[in-house]
Every structure is written in structure tokens, then in C-alpha cells.
């Protein structure tokens, strides 16, 4: 493949900011002033560290804050490319018509990017995965890694897994009821193709998570809205659409905290939900997408670690515990038949995950590393919660509400007065801030509210935001 794009950049030893972040900033100028346009292919990361003389996990580390920002994209077996879909840019003096040669950290404020809850890449535990990786990769044979393996994963990761999510998360599953996806949306999507037929229907809260949504309908589901109160999901209102009704297949769920409002489900809720599950045959598919980033005593267990609940989907992902570029997720269900639909799909749509990196990352969980990370990171997170709390109170408390959430990657803001958010999100952008839409969020009806992530921003752009939030939420409302 031709790469004609050629990175100019020289290390500053007297700068404070870390290389990674020099080259992706640097990057991110080349993208701004146009030198560099959606599509365009850049070097590897390996051809990075040869071009620029510097260890190539350093490489990988300013590849994951780009992707992490959105101004690449990485295509498996393809490579690394500028994002067709960039941030919003607004025209930097010298990117046309201005000769003058731009100070590439002129560039660096650019728009600060509230993704749905990212974690922090700068923390993840790059090092110990890429030394495990090479490892596991020169200590298998070739014919080994050229075979095919388990459709549902390799064996011992699977096992490992099943150990995890029954010491931590109080489950009783063995590793022939787990199937190791690409991801917790293939895991969604996989689950909704065997479980889920045309005509049938599924309850999902709103506020919700739009992505699984997509999932059931592309099977052919009806979606069944439910409303989400500061308990969780409404379970008068589930009884009611259950009356008579024989079409609703399952129940979508974010019980731990809910997506988007960060709301636990109470576990008087839980164990109604439980019931009605056993009593109409329904399926609850947990997502359970930020267990491990909890910051009181311990996580709330997951509903399908109920020994009465008899027809579940659980899933999870390990993108936010090792890293953010990492793709493998993962499903748990009791329902034989119904794993077993999964893995004839999965043979034909990937015939088998990443042996290699399933075992890296196995690797670094029998050794203790992702232990040590999640325990460092919640730390590391629990601060910066603290902090945004702290701006959220000198700044937003007059005219919003929020709660202190007791884990997760976001808070969830509540306007005392109903916005027009297109004006809101518009004006946010001209100031170079974005978050998401809520519309994204909401089925039908704009829900007044926003979901407002910390964990991939420093508290520069913390604090920065928020002062900016703060004036169009006040202006808006005044």
C-alpha cells in the first residue's frame, strides 16, 4: 500500500508533554491544516517507531489517544487511516491561504470531544499487553496459530473468564456458557439474530443505548420503549405491556448503571424484573458495560447472578479494563440452544475470534496485571470524578441536576428548564465542544438531558468545558 503521507515532527526533550501526545497532536495539525485528508493512509505502527526512532509501543499509544478522538480509524488487516467522519474543524488561520508555517500547538486546542464514557487511554496497560502478546505469539507454533479454534473462543480464556465472573460478579457460569465476540455489539448483535424473530418485540428503557437498539430492529424486533426513573427502568409500565401481550421476546437492560442516566436499578425493581422474566418466558439481556470502574463499597452483582433467573444474556466487554483499541467482548447465557445458534453464526460471519490476543490478554489476567489496573485506574477515576463534580457545583449546579455517580465514566445533567438541544449543541460546537446529541439517546421524544464523560479528558479540558458548558446552558435558559 501506498503511503505518501510523511510525518514532520522532531521530540522536544523540554516539553513536559509526553511524546505519544507530541506525535498525536502533531498529527492532528497535519489533519486540521488539510496536509492530511479523510482516507489517507498512515504508516504503522511499527514503521511509526522506525520512521521517528522511538519504541513502538509509544506508537501505538498516540494511535489510540487519535482513535480514541476520533481522528483515525483503524480497518482490520487494512491499517490506520484519518477518520471519514473528523471532528467538527473549524478553519485555522494559515490552513488555506495563510503562506505562514503554523506552530503545530496551535493546533492542539482543538474541539474537546464528551464521548459516551471512554476510558482513559493514557492509563491503559499498553506495555505489559503488547509484551504479552509477543510472547504468546513466539511461543506458538505455526501450525498452531494457522488452524482453526473454538468458534466460541479459545477454551482456557473462556475459563477464565467464567472464573472472573464468578468470583467478582457472584455468577455461576462454567466456560461452555460464555462466547467471546469482537466486542460487546457483536455480542448484541449475535444474541438478537438467534434470539429474536420478526414480528417479535423487545422493551428497552429510554433514555437507551442506541447501538443495541439497531441490533434488534436489523433481526426484525418491534422496540417497546419504557421510561427510567431514579430507581431504573419502570416496572409498572413493563407489567402493562406484558398484559395479554404474547410477541415481547426479551428485555434490554443496563441495571448497574444505566446507559445514558447512570441510574442503578433498585433491587426491589431487580427482583420484579426476575419474576416477570420466569413468569412470561422472556429473555433479559444484561449489558453489563462498566462493571469494574466502581467506586463505593462494591459493585452492585448483576441480575444474572440471581439463581432464580432462568433465561438470560449477559454481556460484557474487556475494552474498557485493558484498552480502549482492544476488541473483545464477551456473552454468558445458560440457554444451550441459544449458545449454540451463536456459534454457527459466528462461524460464518468470523469462524473464530483473535486466538492470539485472547490469549495475551488471559495472560495478563492469571498474572495479576488487568487486577492491578482496574485497581489503580478506579483511583485514577474516582479522583477526576471528584474533580468534575467539584466544577459541576461551582458552575452547573444553578441551573441543572446531577447526582454523584458511585462508579462508571460519566455524569448525567438534568437542565432545570426544557432546551432546544440542536441550539445548545450548536453553540457548544462554535465553542469548540461536543457532546452528544440527546437524541441519540431518546426514542421518539428529546429527552432534556446529556450525558457528560470524564474519562478520556484531562482537567484542562475538564475544566475549560464545562465554564464554556455552563454559559450556553444559562444563556439557553435565560
Request: aromatic share 8%; net charge positive; with cysteine.
Amino acid at each position: 500500500m501506498i503511503r505518501p503521507w510523511k510525518l514532520e515532527f522532531e521530540i522536544d526533550k523540554k516539553l513536559e508533554k509526553a511524546v505519544y501526545l507530541q506525535i498525536a497532536d502533531t498529527i492532528i495539525a497535519d489533519i486540521r491544516s488539510g496536509r492530511l485528508k479523510a482516507g489517507d493512509a498512515l504508516p504503522g505502527s511499527r514503521n511509526l517507531a522506525l520512521m521517528l526512532k522511538i519504541n513502538r509501543n509509544t506508537a501505538v499509544e498516540a494511535y489510540q489517544v487519535l482513535i480514541n478522538e476520533e481522528w483515525v480509524i483503524s480497518k482490520e488487516r487494512k491499517g490506520i487511516f484519518v477518520s471519514d467522519n473528523l471532528p467538527v474543524l473549524k478553519e485555522m488561520p494559515g490552513s488555506r491561504n495563510d503562506e505562514n508555517e503554523q506552530d503545530p500547538s496551535a493546533f492542539t486546542n482543538t474541539v474537546i470531544n464528551f464521548d459516551d464514557g471512554h476510558p482513559d487511554s493514557k492509563i491503559a496497560p499498553v506495555t505489559e499487553l503488547a509484551r504479552a502478546y509477543r510472547q504468546i505469539f513466539n511461543r506458538k507454533a505455526k501450525w498452531q496459530m494457522m488452524g482453526y479454534g473454538n468458534a466460541h473462543g479459545d477454551t482456557e480464556f473462556r475459563k477464565t473468564i467464567s472464573q472472573m465472573l464468578n468470583h467478582q460478579r457472584g455468577m455461576h457460569i462454567s466456560e461452555n456458557e460464555i462466547s467471546i465476540t469482537r466486542g460487546s455489539q457483536m455480542a448484541m448483535f449475535l444474541t438478537a439474530q438467534c434470539l429474536l424473530k420478526t414480528g417479535g418485540q423487545v422493551i428497552v428503557e429510554n433514555p437507551g443505548y442506541k447501538p443495541a437498539w439497531k441490533a434488534f430492529e436489523y433481526a426484525g424486533a418491534e422496540l417497546l420503549p419504557v421510561s427510567v426513573d431514579d430507581e431504573g427502568i419502570k416496572i409498572e409500565d413493563i407489567k402493562l405491556l406484558l398484559t395479554g401481550n404474547k410477541n415481547i421476546k426479551a428485555i434490554y437492560i443496563t441495571p448497574h448503571r444505566q446507559y445514558p442516566t447512570t441510574v442503578t436499578l433498585s433491587l426491589a425493581r431487580r427482583l420484579e424484573l426476575i419474576e416477570l422474566s420466569n413468569k412470561h418466558g422472556i429473555t433479559i439481556i444484561e449489558d453489563d458495560y462498566d462493571n469494574e470502574f466502581h467506586f463505593g463499597y462494591r459493585p452492585i452483582l448483576p441480575l444474572s447472578s440471581f439463581a432464580e433467573l432462568t433465561n438470560y444474556v449477559y454481556v460484557g466487554t474487556l475494552s474498557k479494563v485493558v484498552a480502549p483499541a482492544l476488541r473483545i467482548g464477551y456473552l454468558a447465557s445458560k440457554n444451550a440452544d441459544l449458545l449454540k445458534k451463536i456459534g454457527d453464526l459466528r462461524k460464518i460471519i468470523d469462524v473464530q475470534g483473535d486466538m492470539i490476543m485472547e490469549q495475551a490478554v488471559m495472560q495478563l489476567i492469571k498474572e495479576g496485571a488487568v487486577k492491578r489496573h482496574i485497581k489503580k485506574a478506579t483511583v485514577h477515576y474516582k479522583n477526576k470524578r471528584d474533580f468534575v463534580h467539584g466544577l459541576l457545583e461551582k458552575h452547573i449546579r444553578n441551573i441543572a441536576n446531577f447526582t454523584l455517580p458511585e462508579g462508571g465514566l460519566a455524569f448525567w445533567i438534568v437542565p432545570k428548564k426544557n432546551l432546544s438541544w440542536d441550539a445548545v449543541t450548536s453553540s457548544l460546537l462554535e465553542k469548540n465542544i461536543n457532546i452528544i446529541h440527546p437524541k441519540q439517546y431518546s426514542h421518539n421524544q428529546i429527552i432534556n438531558g446529556f450525558r457528560l464523560s470524564y474519562g478520556s479528558l484531562s482537567e484542562e479540558q475538564l475544566e475549560e468545558s464545562i465554564k464554556k458548558i455552563s454559559e450556553v446552558l444559562k444563556h439557553q435558559i435565560n
